[in-house]
C-alpha cells in the first residue's frame, strides 16, 4: 500500500488556492512527502476541532476512499495553525498526527539544520511552539478529573511539570546560543575594523539567493571562497554564509546569505533567527531577490518588505533583483522601479557584467565624487577603494572621476585634479 498524508489547503478564492497550493507543494517537496491534496473554504472555525462536523465527515470520507484505492494516509497537514488542543482533538477523531503549518517548517528546519547555531536556533523555536501549544507532540496527558490548587489532575500537574522543563530548556539553550551571537558581534565588528563595504541578500525562500552568491564568487579573485549550498527546494539554506568578493577594477566587498523568508511565519521563529538575521540590518546594502517567473511574486515582495519591518531594517538601501525572467515566457507584467533590475543568474556571460555595476553604482551611491589624477603605481589600490565613473589615460597618471570609500578620502585628496 502507497503511503501518503492528506493536505488540508484552506482558501479564500481561486487565487488564493493557487497560491496556497503552490506554497504547500514546495514544503512538501522540501521533505520528500508524497500528498493527496482536499481543500474547501472555511466560514467558521470551531475552537475546539477547527472544522465543523460536516468538514470532518469529508475528510474521514477522503480518507476512507483513498485506503480503498490502497493509499495509507499517514498524517494530515494542515495549512494553519492550530492550538494543542485542536490537534489533540483532531488526532483523536481521524487516529493518525495532525501537522499544522508551524509544525511543518519546524520539521524542514531540522532537516536543513547542520551549524551548531542553526541547529540551536530551531531547537529553541521547536521548544517555544511546544510552550505555545501546551502540549508536548510526544506526551499525552491525562484530562483533570479534580479542581484546582493541590486538588489538581495528574495530567494537569503534568502539564505544569513539562512547561516548567521546556522554560528552563528555552533558557539553556538561549545560553548557548548568546555565546555564538557575541563571537558573531566580534567577527562583524572586525569586518567593520577593515573598512570593507557590506551587502546582505534577501527575499523569498527558493528565489536564487544562493545561486547569486556563487555566481558573484565564480568571478571574484578571492578563489578561497566556498561556493554555498543551493537546492531547488524550500529552506535549502538556513546557515548564514559570508563571503569576500574582490572583483578587478571594483571595492571589495563582503556578502552574507540569509535564510529564506516565508508568508506568516511565525514571530518566535523570527525571533530564534533574530541573531543571524541582525546581519541585515548592520548592512550598508540589502539585495533582495525576487523569482518573478513566480505568478504570486508580488505576494513575495510583500511577505520580504513586512519580515523587514519586523527586523527593523526597511530603510536601509535596498535594491531588488527580478529573478529568472527567462522563464516569463510571455514578459512579467511588472515594470521595474528605479532600484530595481531584471536578472538571470544562469545566463552567466550576459548578466555579470550588469548585476556587478548595478550592485556596485546602488553601493556607492552615498559615496563623494571626484576628479583624482592617479599614478600609474597607485592605480590597482586605488580601484579596490572607488567606483570609477569615467577614466581618461594621461601621461603621468589615469585621470579618473570616481566615488571614493570616504575612509580613504584623506589619502587620495592629493590627488585630487583641478583644471
Same mark, same amino acid.
Given at each position: 500500500?502507497?503511503?501518503?498524508? =492528506? ?10 488556492? /493557487? ?43 477522503? !480518507?476512507?476512499? +483513498? #485506503? ?7 498524517? +494530515?497537514?494542515?495549512?494553519? /495553525? ?13 487516529? !493518525? ?44 496527558? @491525562? ?10 489532575? @495528574?495530567?494537569? $500537574?503534568?502539564?505544569?511539570?513539562? $512547561? ?36 546582505? !541578500? ?13 555566481? +558573484?564568487?565564480? #568571478? @571574484? ?12 527546494? =524550500? ?51 540589502? !539585495? ?29 538601501? $535596498? ?24 536578472? @538571470? ?44 565613473? $569615467? ?7 589615469? +585621470? ?20
Amino acid at each position: 500500500m502507497e503511503n501518503k498524508v =492528506l493536505v488540508f489547503i484552506p482558501f479564500i478564492d481561486k487565487d488564493d488556492m /493557487n497560491y496556497r497550493l503552490l506554497e504547500m507543494s514546495g514544503l512538501l517537496d522540501s521533505l520528500l512527502w508524497d500528498r493527496e491534496f482536499i481543500g474547501f473554504k472555511i466560514n467558521v472555525i470551531r475552537h475546539g476541532t477547527y472544522f465543523n462536523e460536516d468538514r470532518i465527515n469529508e475528510i474521514q470520507s477522503m !480518507i476512507k476512499e +483513498l #485506503h480503498e484505492r490502497d493509499i495509507n494516509i499517514t498524517s +494530515l497537514v494542515l495549512d494553519v /495553525n492550530l492550538s494543542g488542543t485542536q490537534v489533540s482533538k483532531l488526532e483523536e477523531i481521524f487516529n !493518525i498526527p495532525v501537522i499544522d503549518k508551524t509544525n511543518l517548517i519546524l520539521r524542514i528546519f531540522k532537516s536543513r539544520a547542520t551549524s551548531k547555531e542553526a541547529k540551536l536556533q530551531v531547537e529553541i523555536a521547536t521548544l517555544q511552539y511546544q510552550a505555545a501549544q501546551l502540549v508536548h507532540t510526544d506526551a499525552n496527558y @491525562s484530562q483533570v478529573t479534580s479542581g484546582s490548587g493541590k486538588n489538581k489532575g @495528574s495530567g494537569e $500537574k503534568e502539564k505544569e511539570l513539562e $512547561k516548567r522543563r521546556i522554560k528552563n530548556r528555552i533558557h539553556q539553550k538561549r545560553k548557548e546560543l548568546q555565546e555564538i551571537k557575541i563571537a558573531r558581534k566580534t567577527g562583524r565588528n572586525l569586518r567593520k575594523s577593515n573598512q570593507i563595504p557590506t551587502i546582505a !541578500i534577501v527575499g523569498y525562500t527558493n528565489a536564487g539567493k544562493s545561486t547569486l552568491i556563487n555566481l +558573484l564568487l565564480k #568571478h @571574484s579573485k578571492s578563489k578561497q571562497a566556498k561556493e554555498v549550498y543551493v537546492e531547488d527546494r =524550500l529552506f535549502a539554506t538556513l546557515e548564514t554564509s559570508t563571503r569576500l568578493i574582490d572583483f578587478y577594477n571594483y571595492p571589495s566587498f563582503l556578502l552574507t546569505d540569509t535564510v529564506g523568508f516565508l508568508k506568516d511565519l511565525p514571530h518566535f521563529l523570527i525571533s530564534a533567527f533574530r541573531s543571524t538575521l541582525e546581519e541585515i540590518k548592520e548592512a550598508d546594502l540589502l !539585495i533582495e531577490v525576487v523569482d518573478i517567473s513566480s505568478p504570486f511574486y508580488k505576494e513575495n515582495i510583500e511577505t520580504t518588505d513586512d519580515i523587514l519591518k519586523q527586523l527593523g531594517a526597511d530603510n536601509v538601501n $535596498k535594491i531588488v533583483f527580478l529573478n529568472k525572467h527567462d522563464l516569463c515566457f510571455d514578459g512579467a507584467d511588472y515594470l521595474p522601479k528605479k532600484n530595481e533590475i531584471f536578472t @538571470s543568474f544562469v545566463d552567466d556571460e550576459y548578466s555579470y557584467l550588469e548585476i556587478i555595476d548595478f550592485i556596485m553604482n546602488n553601493l556607492t551611491i552615498k559615496w563623494n565624487t571626484y576628479d583624482f589624477l592617479i599614478p600609474f603605481e597607485e592605480v590597482a589600490k586605488f580601484r579596490k577603494c572607488s567606483y570609477v565613473l $569615467k577614466e581618461e589615460i594621461k601621461e603621468n597618471g589615469i +585621470l579618473y572621476t570616481a566615488r571614493i570609500n570616504p575612509i580613504y578620502f584623506d589619502y587620495y585628496s592629493k590627488y585630487l585634479f583641478n583644471d
